[in-house]
């Protein structure tokens, strides 16, 4: 099994600043990877797939880099709508990180 | 528009069983891949399950595995989760989710299976 590992957990920042969030794939994936955002009480939603592409009708302030094991999103200039819980995936066995929850500073 | 909408979610006992169902429309059903994916709430997602366009090759998640079975009805536009020797850590938010080729494009609502006695 792929482990997906987060960091950091909890990111505390403030609207309008940048967020970086990490991912780390347990072996090579190449770039088999989404991000997904979540928030209470809703479904996950996807924001990025093959590590870099954003799905349709995402801002282009969310990006995502990296290939093999190491990936990153970031989002340029948070958002009120932004704060949630964002999930890594690897897509070639399925396995989701444990999330980073990214919370107003 | 695409719509997933999940039911069957009840309390049952320890070592009892349930059917999950999913009422999928608005995309050509038997085209894709589906999934199931759990979440404990307030917890994180856990892949479950997963069948092919055709309902023919299937994968679980070892949690699951020889208890779990997942099946579709492409006549009907419809997934299913069969659950057996549900345990208590069987209890999660259920969703149905579709599959773009790879990452998971589209997450019904979900439907919540406690498991208690």
């Known amino acids: 099994e792929i482990v997906m590992t987060q960091s950091p957990v909890t990111l505390s920042v403030s609207p309008g600043e940048r967020a970086t969030l990490s991912c780390r794939a347990s072996?090579?994936?190449?770039?088999?990877l989404a991000w997904y955002q979540q928030k209470p009480g809703q479904a996950p939603r996807l924001l990025i797939y093959a590590a870099s592409t954003r799905a349709t009708g995402i801002p282009a302030r969310f990006s995502g880099s990296g290939s093999g094991t190491e990936f990153t999103l970031t989002i340029s200039s948070l958002q009120s709508e932004d704060f949630a819980v964002y999930y890594c995936?690897?897509?070639?066995?399925?396995?989701f990180g444990q999330g980073t929850k990214v919370e107003i500073k | 528009e695409v719509q997933l909408v999940e039911s069957g979610g009840v309390v049952v006992q320890p070592g009892g069983s349930l059917r999950l169902s999913c009422a999928a429309s608005?995309?050509?059903?038997?085209?894709?891949?589906m999934h199931w994916v759990r979440q404990v709430p307030g917890k994180g997602l856990e892949w479950v399950a997963l069948?092919?366009?055709?309902?023919?090759?299937?994968y679980y998640a070892d949690s699951v595995k020889g208890r779990f079975t997942i099946s579709r009805d492409n006549s009907r536009n419809s997934l299913y989760l069969q659950m057996n020797s549900l345990t208590t850590e069987d209890t999660a938010l259920y969703y149905c989710?579709?599959?773009?080729?790879?990452?998971?494009?589209?997450w019904g609502q979900g439907t919540l299976v406690t498991v208690s006695s």
């Open positions: 069948i092919d366009w055709g309902g023919i090759s299937t």
């Open positions: 989710v579709k599959d773009d080729y790879g990452p998971f494009d589209h």
């Open positions: 608005g995309f050509v059903f038997d085209d894709y891949t």
């Open positions: 072996q090579s994936i190449s770039t088999n």
């Open positions: 995936q690897q897509y070639k066995n399925w396995t």
